[in-house]
């Protein structure tokens, strides 16, 4: 099958072409502003790769495409703001046009549970949606975008509302913060808020892997799916899974003092960081979809992949 993916040089966007380019033919687009090319170095006498930005006249690039993956977005919750709202909408509007005019039969989406704002735990894919950052409200605005052009032209939608996914090739999140601080700084760690948001953390493999049960599974015209973990794991214990790793790795010499922001409106990162985060992911899970890994077990999993990597260079 002939499939696009928009962000494929991303995190997700490569491990997903890294899971796909087996069985399929892959174009992938992306302007390298997140990506980077080492990420699918491996793959790229296999695959179509095109530096284009999505901003530009992208239509010609899709043709034949049965399937698309819109990956590509700004995936920074904190540095959001009203610009990242109308440019990524503008991105995936060009999607959604590219996709009618080349009649694509499939686009899948990456959400995130920050549409839910500050939302009751084990939160359920009906909840209502009440986003507190610009990154949420543009997740939000998308998926009713996409909904739209999937009843009106006939596109199945998938919109998958991520939890935190972390693994190989993450560029950005809480664990490659704490990695890059140590770094340049082995005796002190700041912690953004006051360390107790607690959050669902799910590897890259399970999230992929979840996606893909879902597109073959779900039947409807428009399908929503929370993807995250069963559990949750607070940013003073992923601090210390970081600082555990790299003295047993060599990278750092002894355990470093940690010195808490104390953030903002009692204790967020940022303003607009959701503090408390668990999705309920037992439609997904009826459909066969079960986490291997927990919050901490992804956590290790990716502070030593991030670390191996390193220690490459
Ligand atoms: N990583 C997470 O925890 C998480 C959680 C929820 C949702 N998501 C969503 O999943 C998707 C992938 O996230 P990621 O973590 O892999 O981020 P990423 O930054 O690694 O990947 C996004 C990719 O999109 C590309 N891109 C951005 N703007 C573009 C443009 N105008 N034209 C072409 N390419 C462009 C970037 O170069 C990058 O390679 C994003 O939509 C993100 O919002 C991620």
Not at 231 to 250: F, L, T
Not at 267 to 294: A, C, T
Request: charged fraction near 25%; charge should be neutral; include cysteine.
């Amino acid at each position: 099958m002939r499939l696009l993916i928009t962000g494929g040089a991303g995190f997700i966007g490569s491990n997903l072409v890294g899971k796909l380019v087996k069985s399929n033919e892959i174009i992938v687009i992306d302007n390298l502003s997140g990506g980077k090319e080492e990420f699918i170095e491996p793959f790229l006498d296999e695959i179509k790769f095109y530096k284009v930005d999505l901003l530009e006249d992208i239509s010609s690039y899709f043709f034949g495409v049965e399937e698309v993956w819109h990956l590509a977005a700004d995936p920074s919750v904190k540095d959001s703001s009203i610009n990242t709202f109308f440019r990524d909408l503008k991105i995936t509007k060009n999607v959604l046009e590219a996709c009618k005019k080349n009649k694509v039969k499939k686009i899948l989406f990456t959400s995130s549970s920050t549409v839910y704002g500050d939302s009751e735990l084990n939160t359920p894919e009906n909840c209502e949606t009440k986003p507190i950052s610009f990154y949420g409200a543009t997740k939000l605005a998308c998926e009713s975008l996409i909904s739209t052009y999937c009843s009106l032209c006939k596109i199945r939608g998938f919109i998958f509302r991520l939890a935190n996914i972390i693994g190989k090739n993450s560029t950005h999140g809480v664990i490659y913060d704490f990695i890059q601080k140590l770094l340049k700084n082995g005796e002190q760690l700041e912690i953004l808020g006051d360390g107790t948001q607690t959050k669902s953390y799910l590897s890259v493999e399970d999230c992929i892997n979840g996606m893909l049960i879902a597109k073959n599974k779900a039947e409807n015209p428009v399908n929503i799916f929370n993807l995250g973990s069963k559990d949750r794991i607070n940013v003073k214990e992923i601090a210390s899974v970081v600082v555990e790793e790299m003295i047993s790795s060599g990278l750092l010499q002894k355990k470093p003092e940690f010195k808490f922001t104390g953030g903002v409106e009692g204790g967020r990162g940022w303003k607009g960081d959701v503090k408390e985060m668990l999705l309920n992911i037992s439609k997904l899970e009826k459909l066969g979809f079960k986490p291997e890994y927990n919050s901490k077990e992804a956590v290790r999993k990716c502070v030593m992949e991030i670390i191996n990597t390193l220690c490459k260079k």
